[in-house]
C-alpha cells in the first residue's frame, strides 16, 4: 500500500514537471506550444482512463509506468491550460507595457499566482493513480471496473464540452 502512495506521488509530480516545464517554454519563448488540446483532460476522464486501462491490461510494470506517467502528464497539461487561459490579458499588456519581459511577467505574477492551484493539480492527481492502483489491487471485477470506467471517462468528456467557453 505505502509503495502505491508514494509511486503515485512520484508520477504525478513528474507529470506535473514535465507539464510545468512545457507551459513556461511555451509562454515565455517563441516556441509554439499549445497546451489547450488537453484540457479535457479533467478529474472525470483521468479517472475513468485509469479505471479503463487498469481494467483492460494486465499488470506489468514498466508499461504501467509510462501509461500512469502519460496520464499525469495530460491531466497537468490541462489544468495548466486553463489556468493560462483564464489570466485576465488586460492585466497581462499592463505589465509587459511598464517595461517587463514575457519572463518576468511568468516568473514575477503568473507562476507565483499558480503555485496553489499546482499543489492543488498536485494532490488531486497524486489521489487519482493512488486511487486507480488501490482499485487494481482489491481484485475488484475486472467487468465491473471497465463499465465504471468507461461511465467516468463519458461523463467527463461530457462535463467538458458543455462547460466549454466559445
Known amino acids: 500500500m505505502l509503495n502505491e502512495v508514494l509511486l503515485g ?3 504525478s509530480a513528474t507529470g506535473l514537471i514535465v507539464a510545468g516545464l512545457l507551459a513556461w517554454i511555451g509562454f515565455v519563448s517563441f516556441a509554439n506550444i499549445n497546451l489547450s488540446p488537453f484540457a479535457f483532460m479533467n478529474t472525470l476522464t483521468t479517472l475513468g482512463l485509469l479505471l479503463l486501462y487498469t481494467s483492460s491490461f494486465e499488470v506489468y510494470r514498466a508499461r504501467d509506468l509510462l501509461i500512469f506517467l502519460a496520464v499525469s502528464f495530460f491531466f497537468h497539461a490541462g489544468r495548466l491550460s486553463t489556468l493560462l487561459e483564464s489570466e485576465d490579458k488586460r492585466l497581462r499588456i499592463f505589465f509587459l507595457s511598464a517595461g517587463h519581459t514575457k519572463s518576468e511577467y511568468a516568473l514575477n ?3 507565483k499566482r499558480a503555485i496553489r492551484k499546482n499543489i492543488a493539480s498536485l494532490l488531486l492527481c497524486w489521489g487519482l493513480l493512488t486511487t486507480s492502483f488501490v482499485l487494481r489491487e482489491m481484485n475488484i471485477p475486472r467487468n465491473q471496473s471497465f463499465w465504471l470506467g468507461l461511465f467516468l ?6 462535463s467538458f464540452l458543455l462547460d466549454r467557453k466559445y
Open 9 to 11: 506521488l512520484f508520477l
Open 109 to 111: 505574477y503568473l507562476f
Open 153 to 158: 471517462l463519458c461523463l467527463g468528456v461530457t
